[in-house]
Each structure stands twice: as structure tokens, then as C-alpha cells.
């Protein structure tokens, strides 16, 4: 891991550690950390963070740094230990093979919630997975890789293209605003080998949407089944960012998962 990564998480971390010291978290709930995927960040995750607010439920969005699905892990596994009391995941996309990754160790994880996300066995990883079934058309719609200093490549997803292919159902003026501040995510990490997936020691959750471009919706319901999702929720033409668009949905599965493994 680079000295520059090893700031930023622990930047993030020193962050997190105010933003729980000021909160006043509801004891009986969990705190929910939402992990956004690849070509997303913290503020898709802005619906649905309202309705778990208002629901009185603690949460924090993360900065996912996109960077390995080991490295982003380990540092998600930080940020679990760091927080007071349970804590409930929520991967998007990218963000489902890292809170599979995340360490259980410490037994506070109490439920996964995958949002439109891959939830890879061990050895598997994205790229062969959103490939395995037809459907998936985020290929052609990649910007030029940005070669890296450390011989990794960053990729995007060219603006013009990240409307129809990313977010088709939210509005045009939304699309642009979510591909101008899109984060990019390393090839690398693409093509990364998955660890033991936790979602064979905790209850998983899955929802998605049937126009989801990204990843077919077929290979997320082969995934979500698999792992032994609790429930399955599909959002019939809901596209990848399905919490952007249907936040209510999504938090309403959160509260569920919340409430069925609550300790």
C-alpha cells in the first residue's frame, strides 16, 4: 500500500472517529456503514441515508478508496472496529465484494445488505463475474484506462455514455452531476482474486433492479442465492445506482435486515 493511501485511511479513520464521538447513536439500533461501488461515491447513497435518519438509525457513508478489494477491506475492517456497538454493511456494486472481504472476527457485523452487487466466492473476482452472464454492457462505455505511477491503470466511465449505461432511471441532470464526480477504480482490482466471503457466516440481504446494466440481473440473483440471502428483492427497471433511485426501497430492506438479526 502506498504512503499516500495510508494517509488517506487515516485521514478517514480520524474522521470517523469525530463523526461517532458527536453522534448520539440509538442503542438498540446497529450502525449502518454504506459502502459505495466502482463510478460512485459517498453522495449516491444521499437517499437513502435521509430515510434511515429519519427512521433513527446511525450511519455513515464511507469513501471507499477503490483502490484492491483486499486493501479496501482491511480498511473497512478498521472503520467496523473503530465503531461503537453492531454494525450493519451495505455494499453497492464494487462495494458487495468488500464487505465480503470484511474481517468477522470481532462479531459485529451483524447482517450484509447487497445493493445491485457482486458477492464473490473465494477466487473469484468482478471481472469474470459480470461477464458470466449476457447482459452486462459497461465495456464499451469505458473511458481510456489512466496509467498509474505504480503500473496500475484507473478506469471511468466516459460521461457521455454514463447516463444510459450507469443510471438510466434518475434524471439527465443527475446523470451528469454523478459522472462528473464519479471515482474511478483500479483494473486491478477488477481482476482481483476474492477471500473467504463472510456471507458464509452472516445473514445476507440482496435487492437490485432488472435494467441494471453494470451487472445482469440474472448473475445477481445467481450470487444472492448462493449466499443464502434472508430475501431477494428485485425493482423491475431499476438500473445499477437501484439506491439512488429507489432509496426507499433499499432502506426499507436495510431496516428489515436490522430489525430480523438484531442482538
Excluded at 444521499?46 to 471507499?64: D, F, M, R, S, T
Excluded at 466511465?157 to 477504480?185: E, G, N, W, Y
Aim: proline content about 6%; charged content about 20%; cysteine-free.
Amino acid at each position: 500500500m502506498t504512503r499516500s493511501n495510508n494517509r488517506f485511511i487515516r485521514t478517514a479513520l480520524a474522521t470517523l472517529a469525530l463523526t461517532f464521538a458527536g453522534a448520539s447513536f440509538a442503542a438498540e439500533k446497529p450502525t449502518v456503514l454504506l459502502v459505495h461501488g466502482a463510478f460512485a461515491e459517498s453522495s449516491s447513497w444521499n437517499g437513502v441515508v435521509a430515510e434511515l435518519q429519519e427512521k433513527g438509525y446511525p450511519v455513515v457513508a464511507l469513501a471507499n478508496p477503490l483502490r484492491s478489494v483486499k486493501a479496501d477491506a482491511a480498511y473497512l475492517s478498521d472503520v467496523v472496529a473503530k465503531t461503537p456497538g453492531p454494525v450493519l454493511l451495505v455494499g453497492h456494486s464494487y462495494g458487495g465484494a468488500v464487505i465480503s472481504n470484511v474481517s468477522a472476527e470481532t462479531g459485529k457485523v451483524q447482517a450484509l445488505v447487497y445493493v445491485a452487487a457482486f458477492a464473490p466466492q473465494e477466487g473469484e473476482n468482478i471481472a469474470e463475474l459480470s461477464g458470466r452472464y449476457p447482459g452486462g454492457t459497461l465495456g464499451p462505455t469505458l473511458a481510456a484506462p489512466v496509467p498509474l505511477k505504480d503500473g496500475n491503470k484507473d478506469l471511468y466511465i466516459q460521461q457521455d455514455k454514463f447516463h444510459q449505461q450507469f443510471a438510466a432511471d434518475v434524471s439527465a441532470k443527475d446523470a451528469a452531476l454523478m459522472a462528473a464526480t464519479q471515482r474511478p477504480v483500479t483494473e486491478a482490482a477488477l481482476h482481483e482474486a476474492s477471500g473467504r466471503p463472510v456471507w458464509s457466516k452472516i445473514p445476507s440481504y440482496a435487492i437490485y433492479g432488472t435494467a441494471d446494466k453494470n451487472i445482469p440481473a440474472a448473475a445477481m440473483k445467481f450470487m444472492a442465492k448462493r449466499a443464502g440471502a434472508k430475501k431477494i428483492v428485485e425493482i423491475k427497471d431499476a438500473s445499477h445506482v437501484v439506491m439512488t433511485s429507489n432509496p426507499e426501497q433499499v432502506a426499507d430492506l436495510i431496516v428489515e435486515a436490522a430489525t430480523a438479526t438484531s442482538k
